[in-house]
């Protein structure tokens, strides 16, 4: 059938197997939510003290993270996350308590209790106590204690409605805070807390030993603990806003009770209550004042009031109050999010500073007020100035100029992070006001770190009266214009995300709600900085200009105190520019070795050592050209010798050779008397014949240099090494102790020579064949087994030959990485490369035993369209002494983890993980962009980044930092500095709408964004409206923009591609129309209702042409759909709409023709003729419920329904026949009762859906008897709502996982031309978004791999109370809860596997804790070690159990991992 493609995946396995194999699945977190519950700060980390900064721990999605502060503001980096499997309402700092007051952070510590503790309350009544420990150099969060609250309360509906943990200010009590009547007080018991509780596992009442509950008889406002005097510290006093039972009025209740140890231990007891005036509204929040002494406010939706303990003993009713200033159309502006942010002094009335004596002392002139910061629902910030005489003033901090809008910050979270030193108090005498630092953060807002300061030119207020109240009516805004605020993106809030697309260079999901709305770029890979750019200035003249063809780089020996100076050579046209970097750091034109190099055809160029004994900074550089090889006595300084000496000529090629390839090889000779150093010179020499050969040149030692300045060369002394081909590259490479020389030939092959020193011949070295590797051979079996399939492989034997090659080794496991020249990479797992016998010396390149060296297993990959080259990260340009002393070493030289970069056009980090992976992942620079395209790539010496940027390297010695230069196509050279660690980089398109639904062109390369319009608060009508804008992602330039109807909201975007004679691609939007409530006949809550929809088909265009004559006068639906830029060059012209009489929820294109969209309970199929310009309905099905969504493969369509799960469709065009009619036939239909969001098609008989709920599950034929109906295969819940899913991969990183098998063998070698497929990891994944901000991916995996899991899973969950394995925080029975649906017990499922335990086990635990975890599960270890058993029934497995545990996780998060 014309116009509709196959597809297969490694989804559709059970349709090759006759549907008997059933499907597992893996589900793991691929994007963490950024959805910010809750935040403490504290000094958590117990080992940092107490002196440094303290530490941010935030409740953020379904985890729990600890990030570092080094100053108020400078959020420094992620420390540790831990899950927890419940749904947390709020999280607080435990502080234990100092002598006499709450401690601030710049305080010790008096009684020596240890670091600071963090308390999370759970919804279901899960309160937790939680510290920092710290374990073989990393942090994680540990569970102390865990108690159940409110468990003797009996509710209804087995929901406690908690509101939050209420944490007293001198940490002497807990108050859990219930919606609904209860209050429950839980006193600390410090004096009974033990080390041995703290640091063990044991869960015997703790710090929490005895509870006292109260029933408030009434709904609670909120609730608070307020400061004691300081004679009352052993008294607790607890504040509520209670809505009465009975009377449903609002009264104070004042609560009191006593710490333990006390002679006084009554339980807890109403001393008084207060009736709020009736003109007061409800109150929101209970504020207390920690520096006012038994006060607190009272912040409704409309006011602040301040209240006092002996305000309500007393019964006075008189509450002074101010008010919070509205919206300018008269609507109250709700406070949003509120912290304490310490003390302020103020002038008081009576003693102003121009009356006060000298010898006065400014504190008895002054009056403490509290100060408290505030966010309201419009965006705006105050400052709150809280005086106990009482007074209220009320700041707007405004927006510093140049700054974001300051209508713009909003969050339902914040936390003050302290001023600029730390501390809480401020010394009343310094003139000098501190900035103060706040966290902002919330569910639909970028959380942001504000900087708030006061101006220089401001003014002291009018002074504060000493005594009385203020009246209410008193002007509150006296300190207007003099605050203002400054923020930073702290972290990147990407939720909600309704929609999201998957793209090879990037991903784009949309984020963030009304004006704030954006779509996020993310790239995941190792982020890259420019350093510096390399400019090289001549002594005599200005700089040179630079355009590199190729660059090498080195060091030279010298005599500053890191005794290394680097270098580099340059290629521009013609001639080779070499240079130095000077003491000043400026670099410098090497006038010794430029005029010995600049007319010659340079082939390499490296340093090889010290001329003298002296250590005078003087050396040699081995030059290699196409003609010769010669030594050039060259020292550090960049200024002209006088008289140079002349170089040494080592070796010359004949009349019929050329050197193509050159490098240098160090290595320690083992004499009886001592260790010498030995360096050896290799050189690629090509004949006439096209023949080649290396030529291995022993380099002469110092002496023999200066000695021979003046004579010929003599006869040479070498090792050659005959090739049957050309040679195409050459590395030198060290495997340990070993050294080899990777050879690539156009046969096309791979050959790996091994060298070794020998004392008894003259040259001083031999070389063996080890390993022979047939490229072409190797290609044939690697067909099936492509990772990325996107572009095929060259099949021209040119585009396969090697263009480079490297290894990449650890202690077990040995990779040889091939490049191609059509910009593919073959990964070979070699055996026996480090344990190479004694050489044979008899080999040559053409035999066929390649030794003890063999080829386990392979891969193929697909990285660039360019030919591939390797950039070795080792130290290697190091002098001769540092190269044997890394030689002689037991040790590989590339410390830490072995990585190589990869350039193919874009650049890449070849990684080889501790578990025996091969990761790739691309480089990108911070942002998210993508680098400008890289011509060559070399490493630096330690030379140019330990003196300047040594603060990237770590303490231990491991570098955290690699540094290379690079050549770019502009002609720059630069110093780069890459993260070895990769991670996601995300950069924020800002669109100025409420994203629901983005695609991307092609053809102009724009995105296109369909979105709703927030209504603003003057205008008449309250109801969004929606556009359509075309979006360069490079630079966030808005191209063109279509509005679309009043009263209308978009809810679908498709291309639509139409292939014939003539090529059409239109943009579809569907909408839905509605009807604006009238509110004083439907009420206030009365929501929009559908009166219809529409399709409204665009044509991105470009307006970059010739205009021939008069311009057409636009339509009346182009001047008012169509709004373009026309300096931009493109347009969104309005072309045909059609009218439907439900919104339009989803579309589809249909084949080359076809389109099918989702309305109501609808599904019609449609094709436009482009002729009569009509859309024409070619066939419709029709639903018993309404439609969701649609999928499209080939003839295949999925059909979500609101209430039958799924329905699968397929559709058959009309042909030419007379009377043929197209039609959409039934197939399967499954209708579990699930409110499907989105589905999509993994083969004919298995597709994979969500819930509006967060339920995802897979459904399928179970065998030929029911083809009709399927049935249910596996779901599991993901804890919030989803709302998109689809196939692919979110970020571009290609990850080759070893022994990661997405079924059974014996499945396997059922398949078709699978036999020869030893590994492979699925094709596709399945990326689902949910509203909070977070992407999850469901993998295929084989049944083996699933019980190896589910054991795993098992085994953790059964291990001890407190046990570092146990989640932090676990509701009751959440795991099997977490498989089944709330429609009830016929969708349990036992298929799929959350990798959330998997990966805590991976990365949270200790060696003995993961051993542990595999003694639990005695089954355990033997399903590992059969999983990864060796096919031959004699081989023994060459790991452990444990170790093959967390090479399966490992590799599975590789591929789900973001």
Request: glycine content about 6%; aromatic content about 6%; hydrophobic content about 40%.
């Amino acid at each position: 059938m014309s116009g509709f493609t196959s597809f297969s995946s490694a989804w559709e396995a059970e349709v090759h197997l006759k549907k008997k194999s059933p499907v597992y699945g893996y589900v793991s977190e691929t994007l963490s939510s950024s959805m910010i519950k809750g935040a403490a700060l504290g000094n958590f980390r117990k080992d940092l003290g107490f002196s440094s900064s303290p530490d941010l721990i935030m409740a953020v999605g379904t985890s729990l993270s600890v990030f570092s502060l080094d100053a108020p503001g400078m959020l420094v980096g992620h420390v540790s996350s831990a899950p927890v499997f419940a749904n947390i309402l709020n999280i607080e700092c435990l502080q234990p308590p100092t002598e006499h007051h709450h401690r601030s952070f710049a305080e010790p510590h008096s009684i020596g209790l240890g670091s600071d503790l963090c308390v999370a309350l759970a919804e279901d009544g899960q309160l937790a106590l939680l510290s920092v420990e710290e374990i073989g150099g990393r942090y994680r969060l540990r569970t102390l204690e865990k108690t159940a609250v409110l468990a003797d309360v009996e509710v209804e509906n087995e929901s406690l409605m908690l509101r939050k943990a209420a944490i007293d200010p001198f940490s002497r009590a807990i108050a859990i805070v219930s919606w609904i009547n209860h209050i429950e007080l839980l006193p600390v018991d410090w004096a009974n807390r033990s080390a041995a509780q703290v640091a063990g596992y044991s869960q015997t009442p703790g710090l929490f030993r005895s509870r006292i509950c109260i029933d408030a008889d009434g709904a609670i406002c909120d609730a608070a603990i307020l400061s004691p005097l300081r004679s009352e510290m052993q008294r607790i006093l607890l504040v509520a806003a209670v809505v009465e039972r009975t009377n449903r009025h609002i009264n104070l209740h004042l609560y009191e009770s006593w710490v333990p140890g006390t002679s006084h231990r009554p339980p807890l007891g109403m001393v008084a209550k207060l009736p709020l005036p009736y003109s007061m509204s409800t109150p929101m929040y209970v504020v207390p004042l920690p520096d006012h002494r038994e006060c607190f406010l009272l912040i409704n939706e409309c006011e602040i009031a301040f209240v006092s303990t002996p305000q309500i003993l007393s019964g006075d009713v008189n509450i002074y109050h101010q008010p919070i200033p509205r919206l300018p159309n008269g609507q109250p502006d709700l406070v949003k999010a509120y912290c304490v942010a310490g003390t302020k002094a103020i002038l008081s009335a009576h003693m102003s500073d121009s009356s006060r004596r000298p010898s006065e002392p400014l504190l008895s002139s002054t009056i403490l007020a509290q100060k408290l910061y505030i966010t309201t629902q419009s965006g705006k910030l105050y400052c709150v100035l809280v005086s106990p005489r009482p007074h209220i003033s009320l700041t707007r901090v405004s927006a510093k100029q140049g700054s974001v809008s300051d209508t713009m910050l909003s969050g339902e979270s914040m936390l003050f992070l302290g001023s600029h030193s730390h501390k809480r108090y401020r010394n009343a005498d310094s003139a000098e006001a501190s900035p103060d630092y706040l966290f902002v953060g919330g569910d639909c807002a970028d959380h942001r770190i504000v900087r708030v300061i006061e101006d220089s030119s401001w003014q002291e207020p009018a002074p504060w009266p000493k005594h009385g109240p203020m009246q209410p009516n008193e002007p509150t805004s006296s300190l207007d214009g003099s605050l203002f605020w400054s923020s930073r993106l702290a972290l990147v809030n990407q939720s909600p995300i309704s929609d999201f697309m998957l793209r090879p260079e990037a991903s784009y999901w949309t984020s963030g709600l009304s004006s704030n709305g954006a779509v996020n770029r993310a790239q995941f890979g190792h982020g890259v900085r420019v350093e510096e750019t390399i400019g090289i200035t001549n002594a005599e003249s200005s700089n040179v200009n630079i355009t590199p063809t190729s660059l090498w780089s080195f060091a030279l020996p010298s005599i500053a105190a890191n005794g290394i100076t680097p270098c580099v050579v340059v290629q521009q046209a013609g001639t080779y520019v070499p240079a130095i970097r000077d003491i000043d750091g400026e670099w410098q034109l090497m006038h010794m070795l430029h005029q010995f190099i600049e007319a010659k055809q340079l082939v390499s160029v490296d340093s090889v050592g010290f001329s003298d004994a002296a250590n005078t900074g003087v050396c040699h550089v081995v030059c290699v050209t196409s003609e010769s090889v010669f030594l050039v006595k060259s020292t550090a300084i960049a200024l002209a010798i006088p008289e140079p000496s002349p170089p040494v000529i080592i070796s010359c090629a004949k009349s019929d050779e050329v050197f193509t390839h050159g490098g240098i090889l160090s290595m320690t000779t083992d004499d009886s008397i001592d260790s010498v150093c030995r360096n050896w010179i290799l050189v690629a020499v090509r004949t006439k014949q096209m023949r080649s050969a290396i030529r291995i040149i022993s380099a002469p030692a110092a002496e023999y240099i200066d000695c021979q300045m003046d004579q010929e060369p003599s006869v040479d002394s070498f090792v050659e090494l005959e090739l049957p081909h050309e040679m195409s590259c050459m590395r030198i490479v060290s495997v340990g102790k070993t050294n080899f020389v990777l050879v690539g030939t156009y046969e096309p092959k791979l050959y790996v020579f091994q060298l070794s020193p020998c004392t008894n011949s003259t040259s001083g070295i031999i070389a063996s064949l080890v390993l022979g590797v047939d490229i072409t051979e190797h290609l044939a079996r690697l067909e099936t087994s492509t990772i990325v399939s996107s572009t095929r492989v060259n099949d021209n034997i040119a585009g396969v030959v090697a263009s480079d090659a490297c290894v990449l080794c650890s202690a077990d496991k040995q990779f040889l990485l091939i490049g191609l020249r059509n910009g593919s990479m073959v990964r070979l797992e070699i055996s026996g490369l480090s344990l190479c016998g004694t050489p044979d010396s008899s080999r040559s390149a053409s035999d066929q035993d390649t030794g003890v060296p063999r080829v386990l297993s392979s891969e193929l990959i697909r990285v660039g369209p360019v030919p591939v080259v390797f950039t070795d990260l080792s130290p290697s340009s190091f002098v001769s002494e540092q190269r044997c002393e890394l030689a002689a070493s037991d040790t590989k030289h590339c410390s830490g983890i072995p990585r190589v970069l990869v350039l193919s056009e874009s650049l890449f980090i070849a990684s080889l993980s501790s578990v025996g992976t091969v990761t790739i992942s691309l480089c990108v620079l911070h942002g998210g962009q993508q680098i400008p395209e890289i011509r060559q790539v070399v490493p630096a010496p330690p030379a140019w980044y330990q003196d300047r940027y040594s603060y990237m390297i770590s303490v231990d010695g491991a570098q955290h930092t690699i540094f290379c230069l690079s050549a770019d196509a502009c002609g720059t050279v630069s110093l780069l500095s890459i993260d070895t660690v990769a991670q996601c980089h995300v950069h924020e398109i800002p669109v100025g709408i409420e994203p629901r639904r983005v695609i991307s062109d092609k053809e102009t390369g724009l995105m296109l964004v369909a979105g709703i319009v927030p209504a603003f608060p003057t205008s008449t009508s309250m109801f969004p409206t929606s556009s359509l804008k075309a979006i360069d992602t490079r630079d966030g330039h808005i191209h063109a923009e279509a509005q679309l109807d009043p009263y209308e909201l978009v809810h679908s975007l498709e291309k639509w591609h139409i292939q014939g004679p003539k090529s059409y691609r239109y943009i579809c939007v569907g909408t839905g129309q509605y009807s604006e409530p009238n509110p004083s006949t439907q009420g206030l809550d009365a929501a929009p209702r559908a009166v219809g929809g529409r399709l409204v088909i665009y044509n991105l265009k470009s307006t970059k042409r010739k205009s021939r004559g008069k311009s057409e006068k636009p339509s009346r639906k182009q001047k008012s759909d169509t709004t373009g830029n026309a300096a931009s060059g493109y347009e969104l012209r309005y072309i045909w709409e059609s009218k439907r009489s439900a919104p339009v929820r989803a579309l589809a294109h249909l084949g080359d023709s076809y389109l099918i969209l989702a309305s109501g309970t609808l599904c019609v199929v449609l094709k436009l003729d482009v002729v009569q310009k009509q859309l024409i309905e070619c066939c419709e099905a029709e639903l018993r419920f309404p439609a969701s969504s649609l999928d499209v493969r080939g003839n295949v369509v999925v059909v979500g329904s609101s209430r039958e799960t799924v329905h699968v469709f397929r559709f058959v065009p009309s042909t030419e026949d007379p009377g043929s009619v197209a039609s959409l036939q039934m197939i399967h239909s499954a209708r579990f009762g699930v409110n499907t969001a989105d589905a999509r098609c993994l083969a004919e008989d298995l597709v994979v859906g969500i819930d509006t709920s967060g339920y995802l599950y897979a459904v399928g034929a179970p065998d030929e008897s029911r083809e009709f109906a399927l049935d249910f295969i596996m779901g599991i819940h993901l804890g919030t709502e989803c709302t998109r899913v689809k196939m692919g991969s979110p970020v571009r990183r290609l990850s080759l996982p070893t022994h990661v098998l997405p079924w059974d063998r014996s499945e396997h070698n059922q398949l078709p031309g699978q036999q020869n497929a030893y590994q492979q990891i699925p094709e596709y994944s399945v990326i689902i978004s949910t509203t909070a901000g977070a992407l999850w991916t469901l993998i295929r995996i084989s049944k083996s791999a699933y019980h190896v899991l589910h054991r795993l899973e098992q085994a953790m969950l059964d291990m001890e109370a407190g046990h570092p394995a146990r989640p932090l925080m676990l509701e009751a029975d959440s795991i099997a809860r977490n498989r089944q649906s709330n429609t009830g017990s016929q969708l349990i499922s036992e298929n799929i596997v959350d990798g959330t335990l998997s990966r805590m086990f991976l990365e949270n635990l200790t060696d003995s804790e993961q051993a542990q975890v595999l003694d639990r599960c005695p089954d355990l270890g033997q399903l590992a070690l059969r999983l990864f058993s060796s096919p031959a029934p004699s081989a023994k497995p060459t790991l452990g159990a444990l170790e093959y545990v967390r090479l399966l996780v490992h590799s599975l998060n590789s591929v789900c991992s973001c």
